[in-house]
Nanobody, 124 residues
């Protein structure tokens, strides 16, 4: 069983930045960040292939968010810049122990383990 622990959420004004962290209890080949706003579906934000560092982003965050990793710590990070009110959501870290199909790398079905979530609130 993989344990995921997120940290780094908080409240920020529009245009501000936050950095989310996720520590995994063991190596997972793919890790990602998802978010869910009230009344909306959980959506993929960013993902990374731990083996080669290849990254994937949702169109809504390209150029503003950056996913990175620290292999020694089994950790991934999400640097969020130029935050907008529409980025407000609960953010979840996710991990996969086998590579998800390309079409699922930003989809819920591609991941086996989930963290508890960390709230991000962006005010205008």
């Amino acid at each position: 069983q993989v344990q995921l622990v997120e940290s780094g959420g908080g409240s920020v004004q529009s245009g501000g930045s936050l950095r989310l962290s996720c520590a995994a209890s063991q190596y997972c080949t793919y890790m990602g960040w998802f978010r869910q706003a009230p009344g909306k579906e959980r959506e993929g934000v960013a993902a990374i292939w731990r083996g080669g560092g290849v990254t994937y982003y949702a169109d809504s965050v390209k150029g503003r968010f950056t996913i990175s990793q620290d292999n020694a710590k089994h950790a991934v990070y999400l640097q969020m810049n130029s935050l907008k009110p529409e980025d407000t959501a609960m953010y979840y870290c996710a991990a996969a122990t086998s590579p998800p199909p390309l079409s699922d790398r930003l989809s819920r079905q591609g991941y086996d383990y989930w963290g508890q979530g960390t709230q991000v609130t962006v005010s205008s």
